[in-house]
């Protein structure tokens, strides 16, 4: 008896095991030259070849999250990897010259070119985009970050509509403001800026996520994908636990993301999940292969 409670156990452990999804992480304005380390672009074609010969499949980030809502075990068993970007520049969607980096291929071409865009799970969900970028909504801000820190013109919403119906890249939620440091004023109470930390405020919320996402739905003809990245990966305890689980129907979210460098898995937050962000959580080839074995033994 003892054996059999013990070998029990260990099934339910390795079940556990084989549902942990690494959610990644990519910035399209991270671009300072052509190396894996220096530009994001090289770095996602890159892992994507890894990911293809690994024989990973991409799982769409809404139906992770639908999943994980439903207690739906089985969509999640199994080598999956979900793929996300933050910030929305222009290069996700517009192959461009660089100042830096020659002719840049966009993330959508990046995907579009790779066969890992075939194998993805969770098309069956409507309007399930293969992967999610999430975007600033208010266009002042958008304006102000890109003048300030950017370049020109670099982070317009012209493109969102038709990419969100291609089904490859979907528009998500990243904030009305980010709270940028370099905007005059935040949406929030005592304009704090530079952090996210601070939203924590009915009124601010609702600013912040709910009013984002009807300029998302807004621009986007009503295909928005419905999930939210914390700017800067902060994720206050107000919005974790009381904002986003009490108002679903109106800032009408179905999870939230944010960087905490570890698989998600059936016991993750809904409202938290985490991220493995490239840059931060691996620079090199080698670093990112250690992410993927890394969970090879954890089952």
């Known amino acids: 008896m003892p054996f059999l409670k013990k070998l029990f156990k260990k099934k339910k452990l390795d079940i556990h095991q084989r549902m942990a999804v690494p959610v990644l992480c990519y910035h399209s304005s991270h671009i300072w030259g052509t190396a894996y380390s220096q530009n994001n672009h090289t770095a996602l074609e890159e892992d994507l070849r890894y990911l293809l010969h690994a024989q990973y499949r991409l799982l769409s980030p809404l139906a992770l999250a639908l999943a994980l809502r439903q207690g739906n075990d089985a969509l999640l068993t199994g080598k999956l990897v979900c793929i996300t970007f933050d910030d929305g520049m222009d290069f996700d969607y517009f192959d461009q010259e660089h100042k830096d980096a020659g002719f840049v291929k966009s993330f959508h071409t990046i995907?579009?070119?790779?066969?890992?865009?075939?194998?993805?799970?969770?098309?069956?969900?409507?309007?399930?985009?293969?992967?999610?970028?999430?975007?600033?909504?208010?266009?002042?801000?958008?304006?102000?970050?890109?003048?300030?820190?950017?370049?020109?013109?670099?982070?317009?919403?012209?493109?969102?509509?038709?990419?969100?119906?291609?089904?490859?890249?979907?528009?998500?939620?990243?904030?009305?403001?980010?709270?940028?440091?370099?905007?005059?004023?935040?949406?929030?109470?005592?304009?704090?800026?530079?952090?996210?930390?601070?939203?924590?405020?009915?009124?601010?919320?609702?600013?912040?996520?709910?009013?984002?996402?009807?300029?998302?739905?807004?621009?986007?003809?009503?295909?928005?994908?419905?999930?939210?990245?914390?700017?800067?990966?902060?994720?206050?305890?107000?919005?974790?636990?009381?904002?986003?689980?009490?108002?679903?129907?109106?800032?009408?979210?179905?999870?939230?993301f944010g960087t905490g460098g570890e698989p998600v898995t059936r016991n993750s937050n809904l409202w938290a999940l985490p991220r493995y962000v490239c840059g931060q959580h691996w620079r090199t080839p080698e670093e990112f292969g250690k992410i993927f074995s890394d969970l090879g033994d954890r089952s």
């Open 111 to 256: 995907l579009s070119q790779n066969l890992l865009q075939k194998t993805v799970v969770g098309k069956v969900v409507p309007n399930a985009a293969s992967t999610v970028a999430f975007m600033i909504a208010s266009e002042t801000a958008r304006q102000v970050i890109d003048q300030g820190c950017l370049g020109k013109n670099q982070l317009c919403d012209r493109w969102w509509r038709e990419c969100a119906q291609q089904g490859i890249i979907g528009i998500g939620n990243h904030s009305w403001d980010h709270t940028y440091e370099t905007l005059d004023t935040v949406c929030q109470a005592d304009n704090i800026k530079g952090a996210f930390h601070a939203i924590n405020t009915y009124a601010d919320a609702d600013q912040q996520i709910r009013a984002a996402q009807d300029y998302l739905d807004t621009v986007t003809g009503g295909v928005a994908t419905p999930l939210f990245a914390y700017p800067y990966g902060h994720a206050p305890d107000y919005l974790v636990n009381e904002y986003f689980p009490n108002y679903e129907k109106e800032h009408r979210q179905l999870a939230a």
